[in-house]
């Protein structure tokens, strides 16, 4: 049976373009599971991003010789989420005035970075750290990097989907 094609996307009509977002914002195990339960999210992944070795492991980006974030890469439909909403729930997650650091976590995996894909996604995220800046919201400077989005490599699958597995909600008692 043959599938109607839409010519200008070249995809299956009916089948939703989707999109790549990618954050920074502390453990991602907490980040994933935010991201998770967005509306309009198709999927997560957890991973790193952001440095110079290859294939990293957990490992190998705790000791702070990988330069790698910790990061969720998010994929979403624009026509149920758009990339403003994502920087809403980027911004409202974490504290981004804390340099390599998270609550308890620290280190330079844990830093704060919006990994951008697109152009319009670099202009979305400049505008949005923008409002942040000049919200009243902070009392100190945010420290929080806009930076292309470079590999991704795919976290060990222990940590995919970590605190579902766990059937917890965050990582600590509120």
């Not at 339960?37 to 000791?63: D, E, I, M, W």
């Amino acid at each position: 049976m043959k599938t109607k094609t839409d010519l200008k996307a070249g995809r299956p009509t009916g089948v939703a373009r989707v999109e790549k977002a990618t954050f920074a914002a502390g453990c991602f195990w907490h980040v994933e599971e935010v991201f998770r339960q967005t509306k309009g999210v198709v999927s997560t992944q957890v991973g790193y991003t952001g440095g110079t070795s290859a294939n990293p492991t957990y490992q190998a980006v705790c000791s702070h010789q990988t330069g790698h974030a910790e990061v969720v890469e998010v994929t979403y439909d624009p026509s149920q989420v758009s990339y403003e909403d994502l920087l809403k729930v980027f911004w409202q997650n974490h504290d981004p005035t804390t340099p390599d650091r998270q609550g308890p976590d620290i280190g330079t995996q844990y830093r704060s970075v919006i990994f951008y894909h697109t152009p319009e996604q670099r202009v979305a995220a400049e505008a949005s750290k923008q409002r942040q800046e000049t919200s009243g919201t902070y009392t100190r400077p945010i420290v929080t990097q806009i930076l292309p989005a470079s590999t991704f490599w795919r976290a060990e699958e222990y940590h995919q989907r970590y605190l579902e597995k766990q059937g917890r909600s965050a990582c600590k008692a509120p």
